[in-house]
């Protein structure tokens, strides 16, 4: 896959202190899907593929390549699928309801990338950050379909992408955002059709520990975290060409400033989020748009902005909660057999209590 966008876009983060960026911007990458997959004479399908990605170096010859998946499976189709390695858990496999089909993925897409990172809402269902992750190693057992219904499980030990060293679990000094560890994630997906409807209902449960702080907390830190327990649930409707549904989570777990699942801190609440999103094909066109509203704890002392308000209180918590909005709208047109073209509109807003600024983002890109 070669990918290759144009943008313009605008944030309060454009000019801080003197410093200004650019808010033209061209962004690009690659990506090869190495894969091989056979049936033996038993009937046993076995196989394994890997996605390599380009690591976004600074200058063309520090640009290289490195391994985000890497796994096999061994399979019977009268008793499912087990794969092993770096690979999508049934959180990632089973998404239903996020509407990331119209265009370059809305806020789980690449293009968000030309912004810059702190102005970014933090969105509440990626699919590639620690320990909730693609990415990570694990183990997973995919069901087969009996009568429109699939379930999947999946166990990842830690969230090192290998797991090629021991875990480490106990730290002498709380680590901001927790670690989580022991990763549980059960899944399952209804696919069915009654006349002209089509109907998919998708859920998940993801349920984790964590590694213990078995020294001292320090002065005005983090005194502990709750393990992690996150419930999703996300539905769709068919009729002809229109597609309409969305999708909701809650559950113990922070992001703070995006991409990595966290540990809720003591003193903290639920994290909350819904989608709403619509979409329509029509030949090789693909129009859509979709709404996120998404509700946490937010960001932490120290933690990864700089210049942060945020108080921690003795429980825990930092001063008011972080509200993430999102829109995304845009559509998809298929030149020819792979080579799509496509126009992409982001807004979003990041807001959190004890904050001294809101930070608001719109983009355009093609």
């Known amino acids: 896959r070669v990918n290759w966008y144009a943008g313009v876009e605008a944030s ?7 410093e200004k960026t650019s808010t033209t911007s061209f962004l690009g990458y690659l990506r090869l899907y190495p894969n091989f997959n056979g049936v033996a004479a038993n009937g046993l399908h076995y196989g394994a593929a890997a996605e ?54 809305g806020w789980n897409g690449d293009i968000e990338a030309m912004v810059p990172t702190a102005a970014n809402p933090v969105y509440p269902y990626p699919d590639s950050g620690s320990a909730y992750d ?24 830690n969230q090192t992408a290998e797991n090629f060293s021991p875990a480490v679990t106990s730290s002498a000094t709380p680590l901001l955002g927790g670690m989580p560890r022991n990763l549980l994630d059960l899944g399952a997906q209804y696919t069915q059709t009654f006349g002209p ?30 393990d992690m327990n996150i419930f999703q649930g996300g539905v769709t409707l068919t009729y002809g060409g229109l597609t309409i549904g ?3 989570v809650i559950g113990a777990f922070n992001m703070a400033d995006g991409f990595t699942f966290e540990l809720e801190p003591n003193g903290g609440t639920n994290a909350v989020g819904y989608l709403l999103g619509a979409q329509y094909s029509l030949g090789p066109i693909v129009l859509g748009a979709n709404f996120f509203r998404f509700t946490q704890t937010g960001d932490l002392p120290v933690g990864i902005d700089a210049g942060s308000d945020a108080i921690i209180t003795p429980a825990g918590l930092s001063t008011g909660q972080q509200q993430n909005n999102g829109v995304a709208a845009g559509l998809t047109y298929t030149l020819v057999p792979g080579v799509n073209l496509f126009v992409d509109y ?11 600024e809101e930070r608001r983002v719109g983009k355009e890109c093609r």
Do not use: C
């Open 134 to 157: 693609q990415a990570s190693d694990k183990i997973v057992y995919l069901s087969p379909t009996w009568a429109g219904f699939q379930f999947a499980l999946a166990f990842t030990p």
């Open 197 to 226: 409807v089509g109907v998919q209902i998708g859920l998940d449960y993801t349920t984790a520990g964590q590694v213990a702080n078995t020294g001292s907390t320090a002065e005005n830190a983090v005194s502990g975290y709750h």
């Open 52 to 105: 390599l990605r380009t690591n976004f170096g600074d200058t063309a010859s520090l640009e290289s390549l490195y391994v985000f998946q890497a796994y096999g499976y061994l399979g019977l189709p009268q008793y499912g699928q087990i794969s092993f390695g770096q690979q999508n858990g049934p959180s990632v496999i089973f998404e239903t309801g996020f509407f990331a089909g119209f265009n370059d993925g």
């Open 12 to 18: 309060s983060l454009d000019s801080i202190d003197g």
């Open 346 to 356: 982001l807004y979003g807003m990041r807001q959190q209590g004890g904050r001294s």
């Open 246 to 248: 969305g999708n909701s």
